[in-house]
């Protein structure tokens, strides 16, 4: 029989045996269009397909790659090593279940970055912090679940024992390392959004840009770190699962280097854990208010002038005030009495309207020899405190990088030396 196409092939021997495309189809329980696809050459069979049209047809999987019956004196050679036709059909085929593959990781990847995107129309757009941060998770597990699905239908294309050999073995490690990659980015953009859901005190406020992105960037690193983990762990667990395999240099090179990887995380856990607890002491102890510029009155009057003088913050014209009643006139008499107390506090010093909305906070400050001294602070020296914060907070991530690009390097300085 001479040499012809997997399709060609298929449909001569479906002719032989006396079989339709329909029949043919039932057994396989695809459609008979798609057969008729396959004997035109317009498509090929996935591979988990081979062994049992192989069988139908009293055939070799290798048989059906190379299009042609083998000779006994080949049919010697094929049961130690699959011919170079063959071989070549079987890449083709797996390239393009590796093309597919990549196709539903790039959508996957762009569902989890629409949700990054919503997330920040609803807290920059609309200050719902809470909302964007639950409209985004929907999108993110749309992301995983494509991916999983993906990879579960890549994986059951290539899992038959026939052909167990190092090309599919290969595919398959690059199958695994592309899916982990697709999830930990996926896992990692989540990261950055917790600081929606973590840091607003109220679900109805949206939080900073510069705010977002350095505890963003902090919790991205952190499930960097969790995700590099659990990859190592699923590796091991893919391997022994005999998901794939390792070759027996890479088995010991493995069991050589798990010393070095024990130590090397051990000492980037410590160095990042006590980073953090530096941090965790510095976000606790120190506030806004320590860290902004005041303006102090000894006089009374003085700060009487200040607190009644009308000035509004930036922040109010985010809020619009409706009055209960829209035809009653509210005067001088609807005005809300603010009282300084002496130090025993029964009698009353001061007596003031509270109007100038952009001081945020009033402090009293009794002096050793009876005096008081007044201390307030603006919403623009808090919030440039709050800016410090974040600076603060931006040089504690650049630690964090740090410890972890000297880990990285020691580490791999001293796989160099017990390689040689």
Not at 33 to 54: C, F, G, N, Q, Y
Not at 71 to 87: A, H, K
Not at 235 to 248: F, G, M, P, R
Request: aromatic letters at 12%.
């Amino acid at each position: 029989m001479e040499k012809k196409t997997i399709g060609q092939f298929i449909c001569v021997l479906r002719k032989a045996h006396g079989m339709t495309q329909a029949q043919l189809a039932e057994k396989l329980n695809v459609s008979d269009k798609a057969v008729s696809r396959w004997e035109r050459d317009e498509s090929a069979p996935d591979l988990t397909l081979i062994p049992i049209i192989a069988e139908i047809f009293g055939v070799t999987s290798d048989e059906i790659l190379r299009g042609e019956r083998a000779s006994d004196s080949e049919s010697c050679l094929n049961e130690s090593r699959i011919s170079e036709r063959s071989e070549k059909q079987i890449i083709r085929l797996l390239d393009k279940t590796k093309e597919r593959l990549n196709i539903c990781s790039i959508i996957s990847v762009g569902i989890a970055l629409v949700g990054l995107i919503a997330a920040m129309i609803c807290n920059f757009g609309f200050y719902r912090a809470y909302i964007g941060f639950y409209v985004a998770c929907i999108f993110y597990l749309s992301a995983i679940v494509c991916e999983v699905i993906s990879l579960t239908l890549t994986f059951g294309s290539v899992k038959s024992g026939d052909f167990e050999d190092d090309i599919f073995n290969s595919y398959k490690r690059s199958f695994f390392k592309t899916g982990a990659v697709i999830i930990s980015v996926t896992a990692v953009i989540f990261a950055s959004t917790l600081p929606l859901i973590i840091i607003p005190w109220d679900s109805h406020i949206g939080i900073m840009a510069l705010t977002w992105f350095v505890y963003g960037l902090l919790s991205a690193l952190v499930a960097s770190l969790v995700c590099f983990v659990l990859v190592r762990w699923a590796k091991s667990l893919a391997v022994k699962k005999k998901l794939y395999y390792l070759s027996e240099e890479e088995t010991d090179r493995a069991n050589q280097l798990a010393p070095l990887k024990k130590k090397s995380a051990l000492l980037l856990c410590s160095a990042l854990a006590l980073t953090f607890f530096i941090q965790l002491l510095f976000n606790g102890i120190v506030t806004p208010r320590m860290l902004a510029s005041s303006k102090d009155f000894t006089d009374l009057e003085e700060f009487k002038k200040y607190i009644e003088t009308e000035a509004y913050s930036e922040n109010d014209a985010h809020f619009e005030i409706i009055p209960i009643d829209p035809n009653y006139s509210y005067g001088q008499e609807d005005d809300v009495y603010d009282y300084i107390y002496d130090k025993s506090g029964e009698n009353v010093l001061l007596q003031y309207v509270h109007r100038n909305r952009r001081v945020k906070i009033i402090e009293y400050k009794w002096e050793s020899d009876g005096s008081l001294t007044l201390v307030t602070y603006t919403d623009t020296s808090l919030e440039s405190a709050n800016v410090l914060i974040d600076i603060i907070n931006i040089v504690f991530l650049a630690c964090y990088f740090i410890e972890i690009i000297v880990t990285v390097f020691i580490y791999f300085s001293k796989k160099k030396t017990l390689c040689r």
